[in-house]
């Protein structure tokens, strides 16, 4: 059973515009949510996290998207960087401190 | 900012024999560290959750046996792959959390080959 869930397994976007990564997940007692980048053989980077109390919250370029009704969080890259080309993972806990439950991955490239 | 260390990053080793990863917070004390496996192409797996001083909470279908978890100090953490075979052959990661320190910090993971 999979409680949080990738859909899309890459992403294809133009340098400087938008892109849009999502995440869904099944249990409603997960209460706060992270986005990471990895890179293959390295261990993964914090990239920004949102507590269930939230809709929004935004770092720089990023912007995560919480709706709690559907379940379901997106993390939003503008403008978009070759840089930013990676595996991004969203994870789901139930605190900030407990176990972390990740999602399948999206690869990103931005393409310049 | 937290830091965690993570080695070796890589180990190659026969099969059958035993491997140790440490993973060591260095500027903050990880009340809580994560054990993950990632295998190519797939989503970090959480393996194990150890609590300083006590015995580590695997996850189902998790040999605590064959992964053997220590949590001895509030700044290390050891996994011990007994008896390694081929299919144990994984990207090994450990993340930690603390009490000050909130949210996770992950080591740069070791990646074991076993032939």
């Known amino acids: 059973d999979q409680q949080v869930k990738q859909n899309s397994p890459s992403l294809s976007v133009q340098e400087g515009r938008i892109s849009i990564l999502n995440c869904d997940y099944t249990n409603s007692m997960f209460d706060y949510f992270l986005w990471y980048k990895k890179y293959p053989a390295e261990g993964p980077t914090f990239l920004i996290s949102?507590?269930?109390?939230?809709d929004k919250n935004e770092d720089g370029r990023f912007t995560v998207f919480l709706n709690k009704s559907a379940k379901h969080l997106s993390l939003h890259i503008v403008p978009s960087q070759p840089g930013d080309s990676a595996v991004y993972f969203c994870?789901?806990?139930?605190?900030?401190?407990?176990?972390?439950?990740f999602g399948s991955g999206t690869r990103l490239l931005v393409r310049p | 900012g937290a830091v965690v260390s993570q080695h070796p990053s890589w180990v190659i080793c026969k099969s059958g024999t035993s491997v140790k990863i440490e993973c060591r917070s260095l500027?903050?004390?990880?009340?809580?560290m994560f054990w993950y496996r990632q295998f190519p192409k797939q989503s970090l797996m959480l393996m194990a959750t150890s609590n300083e001083g006590s015995k580590a909470t695997y996850e189902q279908g998790v040999e605590k046996d064959k992964f053997l978890i220590n949590h001895a100090s509030l700044t290390l953490s050891t996994l011990t792959v007994t008896s390694a075979h081929p299919e144990d052959s994984s990207f090994y990661i450990c993340?930690?959390?603390?009490?000050?320190?909130?949210?996770?910090?992950f080591g740069s993971g070791t990646r074991l080959t076993v032939v």
């Open positions: 949102i507590s269930s109390i939230k």
């Open positions: 500027d903050f004390q990880a009340t809580t």
């Open positions: 993340s930690a959390s603390g009490q000050i320190h909130y949210g996770y910090t």
């Open positions: 994870a789901a806990s139930r605190d900030s401190s407990y176990k972390l439950i």
